[in-house]
């Protein structure tokens, strides 16, 4: 029987060495982030205080923590630089903890919400029987209306429903996720009906970071959250972003002892650590995640894979989304028998018909390549063992965009 570390190594192997990651959710970190993972930042606490703790005054409730504090204040520098944020935190422990946070800090009692609705990409946490109901604050849950032809928000019926319905919340947060968010023309129905509007960049954080896809505290969200480790190349984590006081306030009220207690602070040192990535590299690392997406949506088209939006360009994102009946007309696969399929030649791809170009633009894989990828995935679908090709390919990939 292997043990744990035999596991893990064997992983480590097969992961990064043998396959080509395609699933959008995930990506890798630089050498320097699994430095700070391993670190001995992971064995400790830290909690500025600057009041009192039962009855009396501390600055900090530990000793010891002078580097930590320094490591957390340099990295939400960079997160407010990077997302033109006034106030910013890397506490949350992952996304769907930010996601938590941002309804805690937005939302009151019986509030109203709009969300995405999960049948048109909307993130399933947001949906009524979960995130709102665990929370106990009664939200009433209602959709956005969505334009399928488009794959986005009906903004003419949206407007409508916002200043009739009149929500406390507008959430704009997607699973599957192709083209950005028309947020300007939210603010003026999010002013008239005194709603926050928000945008969980989950996804797009990596291309958000690297000035590309939008750039929602710029063009009218009141709160950026985001998962530091899918587009954006970094540990597993969470980020929350604002540029009002009132709900940052309300975010640090709710933070320990609440929601959160020990933040994993080699975790934050990862994500700080990524975020001095993005501040070098994440423009150029942006730039070629979305075009090798659409690189691949065409080679993949031209090979009879049925890549949805062909008229739409197929995708400005990380993202591209499958047409599942046409799958199974054209390969005789469900969504759940390609992943299967594939990853048997170590092509790993989610079971709900999405593929992403992050982690192997990451790896150092550009548009060249994406050819010789399209037609690895064709092949591996119709039955043909393409191990070796895709061994060889992944050998000549050298991780990009990270320091020396």
């Known amino acids: 029987m292997r043990d744990i570390l035999d596991r893990a190594e064997a992983h480590d192997r097969w992961r990064l060495e043998e396959c080509l990651n395609l699933q959008p959710s995930e990506n890798v970190t630089s050498p320097q982030v699994r430095r700070l993972l391993a670190s001995d ?16 005054w501390v600055e900090n409730a530990y000793g010891g923590t002078r580097y930590l504090d320094e490591i957390e204040e340099a990295g939400e520098g960079f997160a407010r630089e990077l997302f033109h944020a006034r106030f910013a935190s890397l506490k949350p422990l992952s996304g769907h903890v930010a996601a938590i946070q941002l309804l805690l800090s937005a939302c009151s009692k019986g509030d109203r919400v709009l969300v995405i609705d999960a049948k048109h990409g909307g993130y399933d946490g947001y949906m009524p029987e979960y995130l709102p109901e665990l929370l106990d604050l009664h939200l009433e849950v209602d959709f956005l209306p969505f334009d399928e032809s488009r794959w986005n928000l009906d903004y003419a019926a949206a407007s ?55 750039s929602p505290l710029t063009e009218g969200a009141d709160i950026l959250i985001g998962s530091t480790h899918k587009s954006f190349p970094g540990p597993q984590g969470g980020i ?165």
Request: hydrophobic residues 40%; positive net charge; charged residues 25%.
């Open 160 to 214: 409508d429903k916002i200043i009739t319905w009149r929500p406390r919340l507008v959430l704009l947060g997607s699973s599957f996720l192709l083209f950005p968010f028309d947020l300007r023309h939210l603010r003026g129905p999010c002013n008239t009906a005194r709603a926050l509007l928000a945008y969980d960049g989950s996804h797009p954080l990596g291309l958000i970071a690297g000035g590309e896809f939008q």
């Open 41 to 56: 930042l992971g064995h400790r606490y830290t909690l500025p205080w600057k009041g009192e703790i039962h009855g009396a």
């Open 240 to 404: 929350f972003c604002t540029n009002r006081e009132d709900v940052w306030e309300r975010y640090r009220r709710n933070l320990h002892w609440r929601v959160l207690d020990n933040v994993h602070w080699n975790r934050l040192a990862g994500v700080a650590q990524t975020l001095l990535e993005m501040k070098q590299f994440g423009s150029g690392y942006a730039k070629a995640v979305v075009r090798n997406a659409q690189a691949l949506a065409g080679a993949l088209d031209r090979h009879g894979v049925p890549v949805k939006f062909r008229e739409l360009g197929f995708t400005r994102s990380h993202q591209l989304h499958l047409d599942e009946g046409l799958l199974r007309e054209r390969f005789g696969l469900t969504p759940h028998e390609w992943c299967a399929r594939l990853g048997q030649n170590d092509l790993i791809v989610d079971s709900v018909a999405r593929l992403g170009s992050s982690e192997i633009t990451r790896m150092g894989a550009t548009e060249a390549d994406m050819g010789e990828v399209a037609s690895l995935l064709v092949r591996a679908a119709k039955g043909e063992d393409v191990r070796s090709a895709v061994h060889a390919l992944r050998s000549r990939l050298k991780l990009a965009f990270v320091f020396e």
